[in-house]
């Protein structure tokens, strides 16, 4: 059996011992971190694991399921700033999950690639509208949130979704981005939606490449276990910082995404 980059598929485990598990659990810790505060955790412990001599796919499945660990540990260290969002999350829940099956069961069926033409163009929209969004939420004062939960934002989480299912690098930008844009609260509490609709994306992403994808367990546990602290300690260290801050952390974060997409 082959992979969808023509790689067979008994080729999926690669050895994982000494300095590469310091490594894992390192890289584990810090993505765990970063997807609590800002997302784009993958552009860390994806490339760690190809430099291990994991095939792509593999890679890529394997650090989906160690890091929707991390996810949970998020939304339960961002707990408080989850308060009052029931109907939100609800709305947003469905959109999310569908995409994510989409976008999972895309990266097990199309070439490596598919995605690379736009994924680049969509996190730069993503980090411009996150730059322009207090010039927005001040011109656009006739936005009503009961429109945007009806139509745009379900669309555009769907959208996200299938894109973190296949992928996912800097989901977390383009997630606040449109929270930002149809939503009217504080950065904070996006932020904390933007983990709980990530844990919802890359679960689903992970139940189905543990069903009919190869997992290498090894690097994924440990990923699992390191990303769960991590994300502990990004949500306290997150929840800390100004808007300024937290905005300037997604800018950067989308912009390292697209350079190392394009490289």
């Keep these: 059996m082959y992979d969808n980059g023509g790689t067979p598929r008994h080729t999926f485990c690669a050895p994982v011992n000494g300095w590469a598990v310091v490594a894992v659990l390192a890289v584990g810790f810090v993505a765990g971190s970063m997807n609590a505060v800002v997302g784009s955790g993958s552009l860390l412990t994806f490339p760690v694991l190809l430099s291990l001599g994991f095939a792509p796919v593999v890679a890529n499945v394997s650090n989906t399921v160690g890091l929707s660990f991390g996810n949970v540990s998020g939304v339960v260290g961002y707990r408080r700033e989850l308060e009052g969002q ?3 999350i609800v709305a947003l829940m469905l959109p999310a999950l569908a995409g994510a099956i989409l976008g999972a069961l895309l990266l ?71 929270f930002g844009i149809l939503l009217s609260d504080t950065l904070q509490r996006f932020n904390a939606l933007k983990n709980v609709i990530a844990m919802v994306v890359n679960g689903a992403a992970a139940i189905i490449f543990v069903v009919f994808a190869r997992v290498s367990w090894e690097p994924a546990l440990l990923i699992a276990v390191s990303s769960i602290v991590g994300g502990q300690a990004g949500a306290t260290f997150g929840r800390r910082l100004s808007p300024v801050v937290l905005r300037g952390l997604l800018v950067v974060a989308g912009l390292v995404a697209v350079v190392k997409l394009l490289l």
């Design 86 to 88: 029931r109907d939100r």
């Design 108 to 178: 097990l069926t199309l070439p490596q690639g598919v995605f690379k033409v736009v994924v680049a163009p969509l996190i730069i929209l993503a980090v411009v509208l996150v730059i322009i969004q207090p010039w927005l939420r001040t011109h656009i004062p006739s936005r009503a949130e009961s429109r945007g939960l009806g139509v745009l934002l379900p669309l555009g989480v769907f959208t996200t979704a299938v894109y973190g299912g296949y992928f996912g690098a800097a989901q977390g930008v383009i997630l606040i981005s449109l």
